[in-house]
């Protein structure tokens, strides 16, 4: 099985070598945990490290607040722009399917292998019927596999509720799902990341702690260490 | 009472020896519990250790992804695709009215002995009345057990729900249950498998600890030893 | 207070000598809890041991079904069938007064004094108004108590939720409510009997575990050893 | 303030010496509780003990099966209704406002003083507007004060449910309010009844046992001694 | 700050000296809190004790009901009704805006200084739409402020749930909030009273217990006393 | 990173030097916990301290309740209005769009660095489709960036439910989010705050209490202090 090495410290140890080549993996999270720093992440590592082009897709927030943002961890999406092997996609969640042709190209033109969608949850606004949106995220999927991407598509998980994503389809959907926990525990909250399922393959069961930083998110993948916790 | 051997280490023995032969076994669980595995496995160990055909249908993934995923486990479902012993059917869970002569065909062209449905779920979020949910299930049962098939249907249920099917009626058409579970405990996330109910038969009564391998799932049906954990 | 004698080991004992005679049972449980079990066994038991015929109604399992597995049970309606002493009613969820007519002849024509119907829980998804289902529940006790049978109606528990009937409206029309429980106890499963309330009669006010052997429910009126447990 | 004795073994302790002349008492608890009984219960002591003539107003069970039921309690209600002090009325809850002028020539025939009306909670499920079920609970009201009568109307709570009503509404314009509680403790249930609230008098502020016997319910106003247990 | 003193006992000591002037105070509770006699007590003692005039807005409670429950408290409305002090005022919920001129023509005449309002909870049956209903009891607040009006506002939270006020909306338009509380302690029930929030003012932060006396309700401000129970 | 000093004791410290310059803050709390005086606060430090303008929208509230409560806090924005540094806005949430460009206005005229918008909750109440609340808020947010301005809206949670806003979508399209609870510790309640996330930087992972003082909030930012409670 061929892998997509993120390069997020300590992630690739926990999915057993990277995620697996070609596959979706849902990402969800409440507010906070971090979701989006994963999403350029990985992005950024692909251009960086590992010689892939990519892209994001955002459906509310604008390429320049993401831009300024990661600039400051040191991720300077701007010159890859430049030698067109990065992209920004923004689009409105009220015309999704427009967005589809624009996905398609981009992917095509850049030759990007990794591509983010930071989120889907704002399409669950606008299509009621479950039923839709699942059919628009297995859409969306097609169109990702199909050109051989490796994507991550985000979730946004409401504080306080118990499943793992927001509508309750989008882990279905996905091959993978990852989920970013942020539990109170006494007067502190701590974060942890959970691998909750990789089709067809081993992963860790371990529920891990992770800090955010200034140059991104650090998972510890030595398991033992935090079960003594 | 006739019994289908499932082949699955460790499955047989908590059933009592098989599944009734001609009933239809719902089997729900959280993503990540492999479903979609037990189902692989139990239709490629009919053809291979028992001579005994089958079909695999699936609602939303596609033949390529599964067939993909399980070569890895050693399933080859295209030799016995290519001898009209197997066959994949997808539909589209808006026209599924459509499947059903298909459906019947296949079996009678294959032979067919074991059905798996992977999964009934999407089918429920196209009807929005549960009693539509439920007569369509009841009419696809109907098929399955005049073509003399045993068969397994799967239900997703959402992490963090109560009961044990997505929509809650799928458990009272089925001749069977058996719940996959996938429990916290601290740190850890553990596995667990229930059979919930064999209609007319003795089961165990037991959560049985389960791994997923790269094999298939195994089960260890010495219930004392868990117990003890 | 004239009784029906159920049959059933050990339930007689725990409503203090049987079912008052004309009443509606209502018996609500989850999958898996022995429903239709403790229905045929108290029509045979009617048939074999008091000379008492039987209807058995089944809004959606088969005749053919039921027959088969009770048979193995050792319940041979059969040949009561063919002496006219009891009959299977199966009929449409979705034209259900026509069923009412039908029934009200059946019961005439075989002198039946026992009458079980499995389940009225599909009833309730058809009717989406609760107080047109209450009214027709009312209507089909009306017909039982006018031609003086004691009978059993069906309800469906799903799991997880905390009511003793599907609908919330059942319990308030039947006279007396028994509730069959599957409680899990860290890793096994339980059964266990409520005599909720019989209308007009003393019962017994605990929890009865009970077994679902090869002949039939088994159930152990001596309270003081459960207790113990 | 004039107090009505209702005559129920321990009741009239517990509220202080009876129910205040011309109040609604909302009479609330899960089937099997002894709402009927004490229903029955209160006319009855009325009738026979304190020469006040009753009504007793069932929208759903019908005449025949109370006088029956509480024949055997001793309760000899078609004598009273011979003379003139008693009547039952029973109507349907789809025409709800006919029995409204039935029930005030009713009362001014018979010249009652007790009126219960059994059960106000098939009238919700036909409004489905919780004003319209608040306002037609309240022009009752206004009837049965009007005519100086002093009532019980009984509210059917699911078991499970949180609330002292069925819909949330009636304890609102009731004076006072009584629940009746059935409660597991580990394998036994229980029965406690509790005075919520009696507007403008004081009222015992536990709960307190009671038992369903074959001459109606009796419950020990002794609080202490139920408090040790 | 000015402050106008209740005249409760205890109450204006655990809000530091009284309702600041000018205030909508929400009063919440279960039915059996003593909302009503707080309301009832508010008034008669800004009329005995401190000349300060009153008018009491019942929306479904009619005059003469609460004028024979507190007379036995020693409240004679009657008598300054009769002086031109105070004030009934009873309306509809269906047409509540019709009473809006008639309260602003009231305070008016008799120059009130206190109102209570009891309750707001049947106006949120009627308006379905909670901004409706928001909207509602802001412009009733705003008559209520625009005639220097210290008011009390009853909303009745149904038992078991968890919120405040019984729409959700009603804490957000008042001043202040105060919450009765109805809490089962193993067989016995207690009556605790919090001053939620005064805006503009400290206040005690504490749970204090209270009784409903004949003569109206009393609490216990020394918190230390309680704390140690 | 450029940050706005609140000038909010303590509050500087556990976000670390200040809210990051240009970002939209979600202020959660229940009614009681200070939303609207850390707003008033956060402008008036700005006013006073740090030579910053200020602009505060109100929904609900009317510019003389804010204006009088918070004087006795010693907070004149009277003299700041008359020297054109400050403006309160107050509108209709039925026409929130009218505000659109009153805002923008305001802003540009006054040359605003500071907005508080309080609250956005009733706007919820409104526009029944959480895709167009949530477009809605976007919208605001986008104005209000596009202006350089640091802004903090505030949302009112119901007590008793567990979200971090009122309607689940407002934490998602803010940059930063902190929640204020006011929790119950057997009899007394106390407050703390909670910095759930800012975007882009480090933050206080702890609960940390504060009080209300008649200046303003006061949070301690020794957080070991508060740990050993």
């Known amino acids: 099985m061929d892998r997509i090495k993120t390069g997020i ?4 140890e926990i999915v057993k070598g990277g995620i697996p080549k070609g596959q979706i ?3 969800s999270g ?5 979701k989006t720093t994963i999403c350029a992440q990985y992005v950024w590592e692909g251009l960086k490290k590992y010689n892939e082009n990519g892209v994001f897709v955002s459906f509310e927030e ?6 300024e943002t990661y600039k400051e961890f040191g991720y300077d999406f701007n010159q890859y722009e430049r030698l067109g092997k990065f992209a920004f996609l923004k689009y409105d969640p009220y015309h999704i399917e427009e967005v589809f042709d624009l996905l398609e190209s981009s992917i095509r033109e850049i030759g990007a292998k990794r591509v983010v969608i930071d989120s889907i ?5 606008h299509v009621r019927d479950k039923a839709e949106l699942r059919r628009m995220i297995f859409n969306l999927s097609t169109i990702l596999k199909k050109l051989d991407c490796t994507s991550i598509m985000v979730s946004e998980i409401v504080p306080g509720s118990k499943g793992i994503s927001r509508h309750g389809v989008e882990e279905f959907v996905a091959d993978s799902v990852v989920v970013l926990y ?33 140059k991104g998110i650090v998972i510890r993948p030595e398991e033992e260490a935090y079960l003594k916790k």
Chains 1, 2, 3, 4, 5, 6 share one sequence.
């Open 62 to 67: 604008n390429a320049k607040t993401i831009r």
């Open 25 to 27: 993996v849902l990402l």
């Open 9 to 12: 410290e300590g992630f690739d």
């Open 182 to 214: 942020y539990e109170r525990n006494n007067l502190v909250f701590n974060r942890a990341i959970q691998i909750w399922k990789i089709t067809g393959s081993d992963h860790s069961k371990k529920l891990h702690p992770y800090k955010i930083t200034g």
């Open 121 to 125: 949850s704002a399409l669950g606004l």
């Open 30 to 34: 409440a507010p906070g945990t971090g």
